[in-house]
């Protein structure tokens, strides 16, 4: 294969990565549409539902190099534990109150936040370039919680729900943050699997302790919806964008991973008629544009 082919196909893989993933929030969305579903549930099911297959790819890349010390087991445990499942159910308990659109929005500030997070610990000086694309970036947010945070209970319940999204944002940029160096040591493919997989326990324990096993008498609609969520918009995507990292690299990675929000914001407007006003468009081209800005290197 010619440089130039494989590099049309990991951009093709970024584009279809990123548009499968952005699919999540939305079949969130119908879950709790369509049936008054917990969050500890939701997660539950996807956890274990896309178990088997991350079991399987970690099967297949036992035999890789390096050996993993006790000490790398405890880090991917941790790791897991914070960019999978403390991320994700903080996230689906805020898409309850803020919309597929204006959450991916709000999510999409992880790589800021990894900004932020590198200067407070690690010590390194943003340039000038960063603090104006953190500037940016925040101004769009301020303006998309501007538009809904208007007093009453439904205000309130929005400012909560966009908090649990943040917060979200926040654990999956610390994850991205302390798990750099191991990923490059282990591969991206077997830190995926072994976190992905070490994190269905705490989404186990937590369901068997918080709900009752009535909780899984489902209707049919919501297990697909749980069903195709594990494996469309989980497993799949997942395994596509690390392929399409290795080949295009982070740079044009970030440029076409702005995509997701933009997408999910058209998409839960026209399907889950999600009012979406010209001041939130303003603002997540805002935080897309301070994203980018932080994301791509200059030449």
């Keep these: 294969m010619s440089a130039a082919s494989y590099r049309r196909w990991g951009v093709a893989l970024a584009i279809v990565g990123t548009l499968v993933f952005s699919f999540r ?19 539950f099911l996807r956890m274990t539902i896309s178990l088997p297959f991350f079991l399987a790819v970690a099967w297949w890349l036992r035999r890789d190099e390096p050996r993993l010390t006790a000490r790398d087991w405890a880090a991917v445990a941790a790791l897991g534990f914070i960019g999978y499942y403390a991320a994700s159910f903080l996230d689906f308990i805020g898409l309850q109150y803020v919309g597929a659109g204006i959450g991916r929005l709000i999510l999409y500030l992880y790589p800021t936040l990894v900004l932020l997070i590198s200067f407070l610990f690690l010590h390194r000086r943003p340039t000038r ?15 998309i919680l501007s538009s809904q945070a208007h007093g009453g209970a439904e205000g309130r ?3 909560l729900g966009a908090l649990f999204v943040f917060a979200s944002s926040l654990f999956y940029a610390t994850y991205l943050v302390a798990g750099g160096e191991l990923v490059k040591r282990i591969g991206s493919m077997r830190f995926t699997a072994y976190s992905m997989a070490v994190a269905t326990a705490p989404a186990v324990v937590q369901f068997f302790a918080l709900e009752p096993l009535s909780a899984l008498e489902l209707p049919s609609k919501v297990w697909l919806y749980a069903i195709l969520l594990a494996t469309f918009c989980t497993v799949l995507p997942l395994f596509i964008q690390a392929e399409a990292l290795r080949r295009i690299g982070a740079a044009e990675f970030a440029l076409i991973g702005a995509l997701g929000p933009v997408s999910v914001a058209i998409t839960s407007a026209l399907g889950l008629d999600e009012r979406f006003t010209w001041m939130q468009a303003v603002g997540g081209g805002l935080v897309i544009f301070g994203v980018l800005l932080v994301s791509l290197k200059r030449n």
């Excluded at 370039?129 to 303006?143: P, S």
């Design 25 to 43: 929030p939305i079949l969130v969305k119908l879950v709790y549409v369509t049936y008054p579903v917990s969050p500890v549930t939701l997660l």
């Design 129 to 143: 370039r960063q603090l104006t694309a953190l500037v940016v970036t925040y101004a769009g947010v301020a303006l």
């Design 157 to 159: 319940l929005f400012m």
